[in-house]
């Protein structure tokens, strides 16, 4: 079955270091694949994208990887601050029509 | 700006009852979603919609129905609500001129029903 995969524990790490949350898939070959920020009582707000034919994405302190033959994309934060604080939650488009299948998300907590 | 947004951002109601909520955008886009979060399972599709009077099933769509009158609005309604509809709905809008779009939601509505 698909399947799309990411830490259900939480990430804890200090001011200033960088966060790296993955995101796994399975049964799928996505074209594209993106990243939102959750924060609480709040709807997803969309970060990244990335296409199957790049392997890195960057804006600002923010860097998307994509790896199709490993299926997973990593998603880093450099230098995180107390703000990075929320849940990101990884999306891909199965069978086109921009239908989003989401992962259940990771919270990060960035800690002074 | 352009924005999303949804109303009631809370309702209780109980079982068997039918419930409306309400998505407005101002983006002009001709997608829009509706899905259910709930812990554990993520973001759920529930109806989707490419354009006025086009409706689509999603993933967990029994139970469920949306109409598309115009491009600003896809109401969700639960005709009949149970306790298993218990959830945090989030709407969506995406412009239609590819696969690669990204989704602008609302702040959802908590729906509990008893």
């Known amino acids: 079955s698909q399947k799309i995969e990411q830490n259900s524990e939480a990430l804890n790490i200090q001011e200033g270091k960088t966060a790296t949350l993955t995101c796994n898939y399975t049964n799928y070959s996505p074209a594209y694949l993106q990243w939102y920020r959750q924060d609480p009582g709040r709807g997803p707000v969309f970060l990244l994208l990335?296409?199957?034919?790049?392997k890195e994405k960057r804006k600002e302190r923010l860097k998307v990887t994509f790896d199709t033959t490993l299926k997973q994309s990593l998603f880093h934060i450099t230098a995180s601050q107390p703000a990075d604080s929320a849940t990101y939650l990884c999306?891909?488009?199965?069978?086109?029509?921009?239908?989003?299948?989401f992962g259940t998300g990771t919270q990060l907590k960035v800690e002074l | 700006d352009a924005e999303i947004t949804q109303s009631p951002r809370h309702k209780i109601t109980e079982t068997g009852r039918q419930v409306t909520l309400a998505c407005h955008q101002t983006?002009?886009?001709?997608?829009m979603f509706w899905y259910r979060q709930d812990l554990g399972h993520g973001l759920r599709l529930i109806h989707y919609s490419y354009g006025v009077q086009d409706t689509n099933k999603g993933e967990v769509s029994d139970g469920y129905s949306v109409s598309r009158s115009n491009t600003e609005d896809l109401p969700l309604t639960l005709e009949s609500a149970a306790s298993s509809q218990t959830s945090v709905y989030f709407c969506?809008?995406?412009?239609?001129?590819?696969?690669?779009?990204?989704?602008?939601f609302g702040d959802g509505t908590r729906l509990s029903i008893l």
């Open positions: 983006w002009n886009h001709n997608n």
């Open positions: 990335i296409r199957e034919n790049e």
């Open positions: 999306a891909l488009d199965p069978g086109g029509g921009n239908k989003l299948t």
């Open positions: 969506a809008s995406s412009a239609g001129t590819g696969n690669n779009q990204p989704q602008h």
